[in-house]
């Protein structure tokens, strides 16, 4: 109290002075904005004052969420629910919901006799690539969709590691390649880690970690003892064990036979995702490295061939700003630069093309592969499907899953004029693409992962009713993460993330806290299923695995209903 009484009173005593100050700087604003500066014409006329449209503009987004009624999704309800189910409270609502529904909408059957929630199975896993030698088996139908290292800031890669080991979350790295962070939970066996780089301790190392540990925090004694053994730009890509107190990471140089037979138990469930960069996966001249690929598939489930994603039709694009050291080291890229991915997958020029690279992978790998698309025509996927059926008849492999992006999917950076132009919704490209395979009798050799604008276990359960075998969600899992909508993500602009999560920036990250993220992640992950169950519960079905489109009505906004989704669909697409 004493100190705030004398910072009143010297503030009181010199109230005089700080007002002649102010008079005097808003006078040299005046002057620079009206006759020195001219950048703004704004400025020019409004000296000053226009200042404030600036300062608006800046918080329009940040703010636009708590104060403007919610049009992305179908109302902020849905919003409310992600970060109560990450932080794990009750997820009850009372009197109504806050933004009535009026337009159209898929509606879920329920039965007169319904379940209790324990007789629903707990099994709710899902099998890809039955036919290949190293199927994946996935927990659970959720799947965190594709987000790179260097999108998303180590801390934030190295909290989904955490969650998808407390949670059996299924992750896909992104076209990133496979980083250090991924393996964030992976505890190295000093008796056999060869196709580890390992940097021992040392004395000075361990007191530097106590003393930071003291007087700080974790992060930061990391931080020190890491400088303290390499201090080098690339530091940040070696992991610290506190078991074994060593830092390590992959050595990519180390031969195929000294890599894990079986992948470490204590690293979560991955897909690994190839862009038309072929990041991770690449040699020095920029192409595909077959061994390369066969060491990352020895921590990977699966691989996913990235040809298209629903906000951006083009190659991947990340910031320069974003191209730290660790990220260049990640992806074989020079430092600093913007890294923007051709826009053709680069063994794809044809159907016929993609489909035998996608054969090699699974040779390589013996592990289920497939590819990321996003429709827009029914005739093309006719002729995509058609292609797939024929190799089928001629006894060669064929994509062991599928998935499709919505036109409304997601990204970090997309280009505007893009965005929600290219593609359909996820509702009527994923019954074009089931109807398509089942027409070709292909479908139960394929699965169909399907991703956009997927939040609430309500809007799961849909997507699984309409032909979806597994869903792919960002942003729920991002905002469960702790993300805020700010929409400052891609690094091109001035600001950035301000949670830390999606930027390289090192004073913001330092600010994210990496173990309780991971919980709320986790949570959110946990909390999806339990409400995906006590759905099935009322829909009268007792596994998940029973769903289909005879549990959906639809309702348009006209009141039109449609209790057979198959002719509002023929109706609608004229297919």
């Not at 209790?116 to 036919?131: A, H, I, P, Q, Y």
């Not at 020895?298 to 191209?323: D, N, P, S």
Request: aromatic share 10%; with cysteine; glycine share 8%.
């Amino acid at each position: 109290m004493q100190i705030l009484d004398f910072i009143w009173d010297a503030f009181s005593n010199f109230i005089e002075f700080f007002i002649l100050a102010g008079l005097i700087g808003l006078v040299f604003l005046y002057i620079h904005d009206k006759y020195v500066q001219r950048n703004h014409a704004l400025l020019i006329n409004y000296p000053v004052i226009g200042r404030f449209r600036y300062f608006f503009e800046a918080l329009r987004e940040p703010l636009r969420q708590y104060f403007a009624e919610e049009t992305f999704y179908d109302s902020k309800d849905k919003v409310d629910w992600v970060y109560k189910a990450a932080k794990n409270v009750p997820n009850y609502k009372s009197f109504s919901i806050s933004q009535p529904f009026l337009g159209s909408k898929f509606i879920l059957k329920h039965v007169s006799n319904v379940l209790n929630d324990n007789d629903v199975s707990e099994e709710t896993s899902v099998v890809f690539g039955k036919d290949r030698e190293i199927p994946f088996v996935s927990h659970t139908p959720i799947i965190r969709s594709a987000m790179s290292d260097g999108a998303l800031s180590p801390e934030a890669v190295r909290a989904f590691s955490m969650a998808g080991i407390a949670s059996n979350l299924t992750i896909n790295a992104g076209e990133g390649s496979l980083t250090s962070n991924h393996l964030f939970t992976h505890k190295p066996d000093l008796s056999n880690c060869e196709y580890l780089e390992i940097i021992g301790s040392t004395p000075f190392a361990e007191f530097m970690h106590k003393m930071g540990k003291l007087l700080f925090n974790n992060a930061i004694a990391t931080k020190w003892y890491r400088t303290a053994l390499l201090n080098k730009k690339t530091q940040n890509t070696y992991i610290y064990d506190e078991g074994s107190h060593v830092l390590f990471r992959v050595n990519w140089g180390a031969p195929l036979s000294v890599f894990p037979k079986e992948i470490p138990s204590d690293i979560p469930n991955m897909i690994f995702q190839i862009g038309s960069g072929l990041y991770g996966v690449r040699d020095e001249d920029g192409k595909f490295d077959e061994l390369k690929y066969q060491k990352v598939m020895k921590f990977c489930r699966m691989t996913e061939i990235k040809i298209a994603q629903g906000a951006k039709q083009t190659g991947g694009k990340l910031a320069g700003t974003k191209v730290t050291a660790d990220i260049a080291y990640y992806r074989g890229v020079p430092e600093g630069k913007d890294v923007f991915s051709p826009n053709r997958f680069p063994y794809a020029d044809t159907a016929s093309h993609l489909l035998d690279f996608l054969e090699k992978l699974q040779n390589l790998s013996k592990k289920p592969v497939g590819f990321k698309i996003v429709i827009s025509d029914a005739k093309a996927v006719e002729e995509m499907v058609k292609d797939i059926a024929s190799r089928k008849a001629e006894g060669r492999n064929i994509p062991d899953f599928i998935t499709i992006d919505s036109s409304d999917g997601g990204s970090a950076t997309a280009p505007l004029e893009l965005m929600e132009s290219v593609g359909l919704t996820i509702d009527n490209a994923l019954y074009l693409l089931d109807s398509m395979l089942k027409k070709y009798n292909i479908r139960n050799d394929i699965k169909i992962i399907a991703s956009g604008k997927i939040l609430t276990p309500d809007d799961v359960i849909i997507t699984m009713c309409l032909g979806a075998d597994a869903v792919g969600i960002a942003r729920g899992f991002m905002m469960s993460g702790g993300c805020i909508r700010a929409r400052m993500c891609s690094g091109f602009g001035t600001h950035v993330c301000p949670v830390g999560m999606a930027t390289q920036d090192e004073k913001k990250r330092a600010s994210y806290l990496v173990v309780k993220k991971s919980g709320e992640i986790a949570n959110y992950h946990v909390n999806l299923i339990k409400g995906m169950k006590m759905i099935l519960a009322v829909m009268g079905v007792n596994h998940i695995s029973k769903i289909g489109k005879s549990n959906l009505t639809f309702k348009n906004k006209n009141d039109d209903i449609y209790f057979d989704i198959d002719k509002y669909f023929h109706h609608k697409l004229h297919a």
